[in-house]
Structure formats: structure tokens, C-alpha cells
């Protein structure tokens, strides 16, 4: 199985993507949690890498992450398309069933944060019931306002106690890779993992995509159908700009392939 660790990363519009699988990323998962090394993993789209070009916080939590993958099909297309020999799609909902079910069997504890009150206890219970030796720690839906600093510090002391040695955060983007970022310190030694719409998928709030839609790159089209007051906009004005911006570096990438580097004259070379 390949290293993670030593895999290169691709960089895309900024971000460092890590063009690996699904069963490399659940063994690095697994492999932090049981160390008790910490980090965060981030997922990506196509919305996420157009909104870290302007949020300085989104790029440095992305870029500073354990791993950021890939959570969209044109992030794979683009991925190959800027060098990377085989990048694979790895996405949230998966994500969390396939770690969830190696924790099961490492029996690894694991904590829930996020999402809708009426949907995040219901991920717990199908999760508890289809891997009936995952150990739930504990979970939670905080408010969608900020929370306060004495309700963030009894959160913290909550999940700290709990000996939960996985957080799923499931905020949305930018709000959870943003809210990982910042509590590194105050969470040490658990792998945060922020899933997003994984919540919601598996907790049965939003339907998920057929298979082929995925596979195809149109599960965002799905989506669209579902909820297209709020998201007939970011497809349009992300999407677009995603592969306006994705094509011009591709561009770059092959005039300048070949180029000889520059040389550094400060080492050695003539005044």
C-alpha cells in the first residue's frame, strides 16, 4: 500500500491536493489516531479551492492539513491533468463510512460535532447499528451562531474527556476547515476530519447521488436539483471560475515544461 506520507502532493490553484485513495487515506487516518499524533484532514471541491484563492484562513487550514483530498470529480480531472499519475476521488460520505468502519475494528473511539439536531443523532444511530462495535464517544450540534468562549472552552473540555481519538466535523465549508485550524492546540492528539455534507448524506437528510452520477462528475448537478435556491449560484460563479482558472495553469504548466531552472548564482555561479 503506498506511503501517504511520502506521496507528493499536486498543486491546485494554491492548494496542496494528495492525489491518494481511499484506503490510503483511511490507513493514514487511522494510523494518527492510534499515535495519538493529531492533525486535520480537509476535503476539497471546486467551491472550497474557489473560496481559499480569497480566505487566507481556508488556504493556510487547507494547506496545513494531515491530508486535503479530493471531494470532487474535477479536482480529479484537473489533478491528472497537472502531473498526477493516478489521483482518485475520495469523497466526504465515503469518507466517513469507510474510517468509521476501521475504527470499528481498531476499536478506536470516535466523536461527532456538527450538523442539524434533527439530523446528527440519526448518523449516530445508523452508524451505531450498521457497525455495532463503533465506539461513540459522544456528539454534538452546536448553534449556527458563533459560539461564545466559555460555550467553545466546555466544547473543547467535552470532546477532550470523552477519549475520543476521532473528531468528524461537519460545519460546511469554510466553517469547520476554519474552526479545525484553530483549535489544533486546544485539541491535541485527535484527527479532526471535516465532512461537510457527509452529515447530511448519511443521516439521511439529502438523498444521495446515484452511483453513475458520481462517477461521472455530475453529482453536482444532483445537488443543484435538490437545492437550487442556494446553489444555482456558487455552481455557476465557482465552477466556472474553477475551470477558467484550472485551464490557464495547465497552460502555464505545459509552456514552461522543459525550461531549464534557473540558475542560482549565489551559489557558486559568476558574479
Given at each position: 500500500?503506498?506511503?501517504?506520507?511520502?506521496?507528493?502532493?499536486?498543486?491546485?490553484?494554491?492548494?496542496?491536493?494528495?492525489?491518494?485513495?481511499?484506503?490510503?487515506?483511511?490507513?493514514?487516518v487511522i494510523r494518527?489516531?492510534?499515535?495519538?499524533?493529531?492533525?486535520?484532514?480537509?476535503?476539497?471541491?471546486?467551491?472550497?479551492?474557489?473560496?481559499?484563492?480569497?480566505?487566507?484562513?481556508?488556504?493556510?487550514?487547507?494547506?496545513?492539513?494531515?491530508?486535503?483530498?479530493?471531494?470532487?470529480?474535477?479536482?480529479?480531472?484537473?489533478?491528472?491533468?497537472?502531473?498526477?499519475?493516478?489521483?482518485?476521488?475520495?469523497?466526504?460520505?465515503?469518507?466517513?463510512?469507510?474510517?468509521?468502519?476501521?475504527?470499528?475494528?481498531?476499536?478506536?473511539?470516535?466523536?461527532?460535532?456538527?450538523?442539524?439536531?434533527?439530523?446528527?443523532?440519526?448518523?449516530?444511530?445508523?452508524?451505531?447499528?450498521?457497525?455495532?462495535?463503533?465506539?461513540?464517544?459522544?456528539?454534538?450540534?452546536?448553534?449556527?451562531r458563533a459560539p461564545?468562549?466559555?460555550?467553545?472552552?466546555?466544547?473543547?473540555?467535552?470532546?477532550?474527556?470523552?477519549?475520543?481519538?476521532?473528531?468528524?466535523?461537519?460545519?460546511?465549508?469554510?466553517?469547520?476547515?476554519?474552526?479545525?485550524?484553530?483549535?489544533?492546540?486546544?485539541?491535541?492528539?485527535?484527527?479532526?476530519?471535516?465532512?461537510?455534507?457527509?452529515?447530511?448524506?448519511?443521516?439521511?437528510?439529502?438523498?444521495?447521488?446515484?452511483?453513475?452520477?458520481?462517477?461521472?462528475?455530475?453529482?453536482?448537478?444532483?445537488?443543484?436539483?435538490?437545492?437550487?435556491?442556494?446553489?444555482?449560484?456558487?455552481?455557476?460563479?465557482?465552477?466556472?471560475?474553477?475551470?477558467?482558472?484550472?485551464?490557464?495553469?495547465?497552460?502555464?504548466?505545459?509552456?514552461?515544461?522543459?525550461?531549464?531552472?534557473?540558475?542560482?548564482?549565489?551559489?557558486?555561479?559568476?558574479?
Amino acid at each position: 500500500m503506498v506511503n501517504v506520507i511520502e506521496q507528493e502532493s499536486v498543486c491546485l490553484l494554491n492548494l496542496r491536493i494528495k492525489p491518494v485513495g481511499m484506503a490510503d487515506a483511511v490507513q493514514m487516518v487511522i494510523r494518527a489516531a492510534r499515535a495519538g499524533s493529531g492533525g486535520h484532514v480537509c476535503l476539497a471541491n471546486s467551491h472550497t479551492v474557489g473560496m481559499a484563492q480569497s480566505d487566507s484562513r481556508l488556504r493556510e487550514a487547507s494547506n496545513s492539513a494531515l491530508l486535503t483530498l479530493a471531494d470532487g470529480r474535477p479536482l480529479v480531472w484537473a489533478a491528472r491533468l497537472l502531473g498526477a499519475s493516478r489521483p482518485c476521488q475520495v469523497r466526504g460520505a465515503d469518507l466517513l463510512w469507510e474510517t468509521c468502519a476501521a475504527a470499528a475494528r481498531e476499536s478506536i473511539p470516535v466523536y461527532f460535532y456538527g450538523g442539524a439536531p434533527t439530523v446528527t443523532p440519526r448518523l449516530v444511530e445508523v452508524l451505531s447499528r450498521e457497525l455495532p462495535d463503533l465506539i461513540v464517544s459522544g456528539f454534538e450540534c452546536p448553534p449556527f451562531r458563533a459560539p461564545t468562549t466559555e460555550e467553545d472552552r466546555e466544547t473543547v473540555d467535552r470532546i477532550s474527556s470523552s477519549g475520543a481519538r476521532i473528531l468528524w466535523v461537519g460545519l460546511g465549508a469554510p466553517k469547520q476547515e476554519i474552526w479545525m485550524l484553530n483549535h489544533q492546540d486546544s485539541l491535541p492528539g485527535l484527527v479532526m476530519l471535516g465532512v461537510g455534507a457527509a452529515f447530511d448524506f448519511k443521516g439521511g437528510a439529502i438523498p444521495e447521488a446515484p452511483p453513475w452520477m458520481r462517477t461521472s462528475g455530475l453529482e453536482w448537478l444532483h445537488r443543484l436539483f435538490q437545492d437550487p435556491k442556494r446553489l444555482w449560484g456558487r455552481y455557476l460563479i465557482f465552477n466556472t471560475r474553477f475551470a477558467v482558472q484550472v485551464g490557464a495553469q495547465v497552460v502555464q504548466r505545459w509552456m514552461t515544461r522543459g525550461r531549464p531552472a534557473p540558475v542560482n548564482r549565489s551559489e557558486g555561479g559568476e558574479n
